[in-house]
């Protein structure tokens, strides 16, 4: 029986999301795609929770726990996105490529949903999902 190719379970919402905490501010390493990606919705949903909840009650205090959860969620948004340009090959660095306007978002978003290079590369093995 061979289990080297033994598959492994999707990664869920929830595994996504404890490990890049886990992972809060380790840029070295790789991220799989559903890892970034699952991470992202996940800022994405809290920040647009509070958004809606601070447009339907006037409570401006939403705003400010919005503005406290995107300063919790900077390192380790920034780790994961350098791990994901770590699995297609590129140098964390590429990152900064955000700066362009409009341009260099949506080469970074490209190179994002780009699938994982299938081998260990310069910055470690394959993430298992």
Known sequence: MDFNNV?????????????VFNKYAEFNGRASRAEFWWFIL?????????GILSAITG???FN???????LAVIIPTLAVSWRRLHDIG???????????????SVIFIIWCAQPSEPRAN????????
């Open 7 to 19: 598959p492994t379970p999707p990664l869920t919402f929830q595994d996504a999301v404890k490990r």
């Open 90 to 104: 590129k140098a964390g660095g590429w990152w900064f490529i955000n700066f362009i306007p409009l341009v260099g």
């Open 122 to 129: 310069r910055f470690g093995d394959v993430p298992l999902n």
């Open 59 to 61: 409570w401006g205090v």
């Open 64 to 70: 400010y726990i919005n503005g406290l959860f995107e």
């Open 42 to 50: 996940f800022t994405f949903i809290v920040s647009a929770v509070l």
